[in-house]
Every structure is written in structure tokens, then in C-alpha cells.
């Protein structure tokens, strides 16, 4: 587990990954750099290192986020039920670092999985896989 202090994580993340990683804040939609990325690779969580999803699992959703239908590891990736806002969803977040990633929602039955990994593009770093 990756533990930091606040200050260390505002020392880190640039000022929008901190909003959405450590305040569990959400980017505009449509804004994200990795919304309409389609290289083959890995995203990873920007706070951390953590491989946390696959192109492979990428989707266009249309919902303004990049979205994925499945998690690239499952020990790296942690759901946590989230009742704020007056709604009922369900937290993606980093499992080794604790950094909020988005949310899930079980509405993509064109996805194998049936599930939409709805992620911020803030939090994720994006590797191609080199050829």
C-alpha cells in the first residue's frame, strides 16, 4: 500500500489529478486526454504506477470518459460503494494507493462483461506497448 501525506500528494499529482485522485472529483466531460486514445497499451494509475486497465477492455460508451469493460488487474483496483451526491454508484479506486479513478456501472450490455468502467483520463497514465 501506498501511503503519502497530503502535502506529498499536492507535491505529485498536478492540481486537477489532485482534485480528482485525493477529492474524488470528477473532470468536464469530452475533456479527458485518454478519451479518444486507441493505441494498444496500458493505463495505469497516475498516482501511483499501478496497472489498472487495458486497451484491450477500451470502449467507446459515449459517455464522455474513457471507459473500459473489465480491470487489467484485479488486485489493483478496488469498487467501494458511494452514496454522495444523493446517488447510489460505485467508486473505482486505485487499491494500491487508495486514489479515486471513477466509477462502474453495470448499463453496457453491447460490452462482454455488461459492465462501463467510467474512469477520469486525469487519473490513469497511458504506456504503448512497443511493437
Partial sequence: ?????????????????????????????FSGKLLHNKATGMYSCAACGSEVFSSEHKFDSGSGWPSFYD????????????TSHGMHRVEVACAVCGSHLGHVFNDAPQTPTGMRFCINSAALDFKKKSV
Avoid: H
Fill in 71 to 82: 480491470i487489467a488487474k484485479k488486485g489493483n483496483v478496488k469498487l467501494v460503494e458511494d
Fill in 1 to 29: 500500500m501506498v501511503t503519502k501525506r497530503d502535502d506529498e500528494w499536492k507535491d505529485t499529482l498536478t492540481p486537477e489529478q489532485y482534485e480528482v485522485m485525493r477529492n474524488k472529483g470528477t473532470e468536464a466531460p
